[in-house]
């Protein structure tokens, strides 16, 4: 997955003129920004588990926590 | 050389979105950060933010290899020692953890215990968590009806006093009735244990939902109504929530209320 994805996602989180530019627009916006072609069309298409998987997404990791009862046991 | 301190923050689920202005401020101002954060963006954005990062996801519990523990709770272990050895190294260290790093968060607590027990000085910030994006999402106010959460499994396994008046929250449903330590899906009969028991408490035909929080700026949350006969079909991943609305309005106490004077003609 390309690094303009992974930039124009983050700033996509916190720029809203680029936000409400995505919005009315998503090809444009994205194209403007130099998203390639490949990793746009995931974002047209809403293939999110493939853009998950291609940005290297482990939600495996966030699961941190145990119960009290394996706490005493282990 | 300083006298090492720990503080814990939070990425929140979508980020850099959901990051603390004081967050921010305390990684800038770190001698170094470990995080354990699970996607590309929030990593980046920390790493912009201050360039010594070390990844605990290189801790994590790895069924291919006993390389990190034999069990989750061994590697996270392993995660607390990694940032222990930088405190009492006398460095200022910054731990970063996905979500709120108090909410289902072992090693965050661990640590912060760890550090004081040693006479370090250790606090944790708050974050936005899963349940807090739950209740914007899903429209609930936990202040309306009350809301009880439990780990899926803690749920499944001991014998709880539900209040089916109030709402509830079940987490973890990803690991449900894993008792190994190991596993990353549900045991084998995880849901189904799940299912029999909210059971005892509601029936079949009762309306759950599936929840995932957005974890990306151009992804909606997913929300997904199943009954909980169906439960056992609905596709579970490792950040579903499972949200039960109350079955039942709650039971207004006429004689508690009558002792104390309150006037109950307007209640509900």
């Known amino acids: 997955m390309s690094k303009q994805l992974i930039e ?18 998503k090809e444009q916006t994205m194209k403007k920004y130099g998203v390639p072609q490949s990793d746009a069309q995931l974002v047209l298409d809403k293939n999110y588990d493939e853009i998950m998987k291609k940005l290297g997404c482990d939600y495996d990791i966030s699961r941190n926590s145990v119960i009290e009862a394996f706490k005493i046991k282990k | 050389m300083g006298k090492g301190s720990l503080i814990i923050v939070g990425t929140g689920i979508l980020t850099p979105a959901h990051l603390s202005q004081e967050s921010i401020s305390r990684i800038k101002g770190a001698d170094v950060i470990h995080a354990l954060v699970p996607d590309p963006l929030g990593l980046s954005t920390v790493s912009k933010l201050n360039n010594n990062v070390k990844n605990l996801g290189e801790l994590y519990y790895d069924n291919d290899s006993a390389k990190n523990g034999n069990n989750r709770l061994e590697s996270y272990n392993l995660m607390v020692e990694a940032i222990m050895c930088d405190v009492r ?88 009735g894993d ?81 104390w004077n309150i006037d109950t003609s307007h209640f509900h």
């Open chain 2, 179 to 259: 008792v190994t330590l190991t596993k990353l899906t549900p045991a084998e009969n995880g849901v189904k244990m799940l299912q029999e028991r909210l059971k005892q408490y509601y029936p079949a035909d009762h309306l759950v939902t599936l929840y995932e929080a957005s974890t990306l700026p151009i992804m909606p949350p997913r929300i997904e109504k199943v009954t909980l006969s169906q439960l056992d079909k609905a596709p579970i991943r490792t950040i579903t929530t499972l949200f039960v609305p109350p079955l039942k309005d709650p039971i207004l106490d006429l004689d508690f209320c009558k002792k």
């Open chain 1, 8 to 25: 124009f996602l983050t700033e996509l989180n916190t720029n809203e003129k680029l936000r409400k530019n995505f919005k009315s627009d």
């Open chain 2, 89 to 176: 190294d006398g460095l200022e260290v910054c731990a970063i953890f996905y979500g709120h790093p108090g909410v289902f968060v072992f090693p965050s607590h661990v640590a912060v215990q760890k550090a004081k027990d040693e006479g370090y000085e250790a606090i944790m910030l708050p974050a936005i968590s899963a349940e807090d994006c739950l209740f914007a999402d899903l429209g609930i106010d936990p202040g309306d009806i009350g809301c009880q959460a439990y780990e899926a499994s803690q749920f499944v396994f001991y014998k709880h006093s539900i209040n089916s008046s109030a709402a509830m929250i079940l987490w973890q449903l990803g690991v449900v």
